[in-house]
């Protein structure tokens, strides 16, 4: 599972990552040095599970490095992975607004390095300051529209367009490098579940995406090259 950042591995500087994209990036310096301060690092292998469905809400993650999936869907039927989670990016908020069990999985996808803040430190903060509890719960806001984005996306009709948008989405959009020079990791499979086509499908499709020079593709690892053009095509309205 996670466990505490070993000091053999240089991490990002967390004050950088924080200020260039995601929740923290549109708030003062001064906030974002308290959550920081707040926080302690944790490591994540690839596959490994931060939380489960179900288990008991703990406290917020920040990711500085690598990626995290979220996984979830109806109680009676087996959770699919849904969306990708990229540095900058927040998660865990449930834990600070009314707590109860955790009510989707969060899975490292790459080797993933985070922050912690455990909600019996931040929760204090939030109650003894109002613009605190503001600042945090705009996280739910955040949470609506990705949620609103991902439906968005998966009412694409043409295939093409909505393996683009997706794409488009858990690459981070343009706003992220990978940590691996050869792409990000992401698999034809993990794909398909989110893009709801099957591996086939996928392969076919990013083949194309690759010869218009979107994309790169190698072993289970792609590297965005022209997040505008992939973008152009998924929400484009050309018949394709």
């Not at 295939?159 to 490098?177: F, I, Q, Y």
Request: glycine letters at 12%.
């Amino acid at each position: 599972m996670i466990q505490q950042a070993a000091a053999r591995m240089a991490a990002p500087d967390p004050a950088a990552v924080f200020a260039a994209r995601g929740w923290l990036a549109g708030h003062p310096a001064a906030f974002r040095s308290l959550l920081i301060r707040e926080a302690v690092p944790v490591e994540a292998r690839a596959g490994s599970t931060i939380f489960r469905i179900d288990d008991a809400s703990n406290g917020l993650y920040g990711i500085l490095s690598g990626a995290i999936g979220v996984e979830g869907g109806h109680r009676r039927q087996t959770p699919l992975l849904g969306h990708v989670m990229r540095p900058g990016e927040w998660f865990g908020i449930k834990a600070l607004l009314h707590g109860g069990p955790r009510e989707l999985t969060y899975r490292a996808i790459e080797p993933t390095r985070l922050l912690f803040i455990d909600r019996t430190r931040l929760v204090p903060l939030m109650q003894e300051d109002s613009d605190i509890a503001v600042r945090v719960g705009q996280l739910a806001e955040i949470g609506n529209r990705l949620g609103a984005w991902i439906v968005r996306d998966l009412l694409t009709p043409d295939a093409g367009r909505r393996l683009a948008s997706v794409l488009l989405r858990v690459l981070g959009a343009g706003e992220v490098v990978p940590d691996d020079r050869h792409g990000f990791w992401l698999t034809h499979r993990q794909l398909g579940e989110m893009a709801n086509l099957s591996r086939h499908h996928v392969g076919r499709k990013l083949a194309s995406f690759e010869a218009e020079g979107w994309i790169r593709c190698g072993y289970n690892r792609i590297l965005l090259l022209d997040a505008a053009g992939l973008g152009a095509f998924a929400y484009g309205e050309d018949a394709a």
